[in-house]
């Protein structure tokens, strides 16, 4: 069982930035892969990025390539998604997932309860 918990969202304007947190309980941390993912109002919840167990593979969605960078750090027991160059629409609630594979069509079994990220234009 792995327990997530979200932090680091927030206001900011387009053009910034934001890092986000997700910390996990346990010590099979580093036995999973781990995924973020969005829902915006009125959306389906769609993939972000995901991490390799041991950090050493990463995938992202076309619409964030390039801004959104996904890090773990498996001593600490917590995966990041630093996001720079934030639009509007990357508002939206954030949740972070573990599993035992990454990728966009993996099956994530650990949920967080998600952290609100709103970008003002």
């Known amino acids: 069982q792995v327990q997530l918990e979200e932090s680091g969202g927030g206001l900011v304007q387009a053009g910034g930035s934001l890092r986000l947190s997700c910390a996990a309980s346990g010590r099979t941390f580093s036995s999973y892969g781990m995924g973020w993912f969005r829902q915006a109002p009125g959306k389906e919840r769609e993939f972000v990025a995901s991490?390799?167990?041991?950090?050493?593979?990463?995938y992202y969605a076309d619409s964030v390539k390039g801004r959104f960078t996904i890090s773990r750090h498996n001593a600490k027991n917590t995966v990041y998604l630093q996001m720079n160059s934030l639009k509007p629409e990357d508002t939206a609630v954030y949740y972070c997932?573990?599993?035992?594979?990454?990728?966009?069509?993996?099956?994530?079994?650990?949920w967080g309860q998600g952290t609100q990220v709103t970008v003002s234009s």
């Open positions: 997932a573990a599993g035992s594979q990454f990728g966009a069509d993996a099956k994530y079994d650990y």
């Open positions: 991490i390799n167990r041991s950090g050493g593979y990463t």
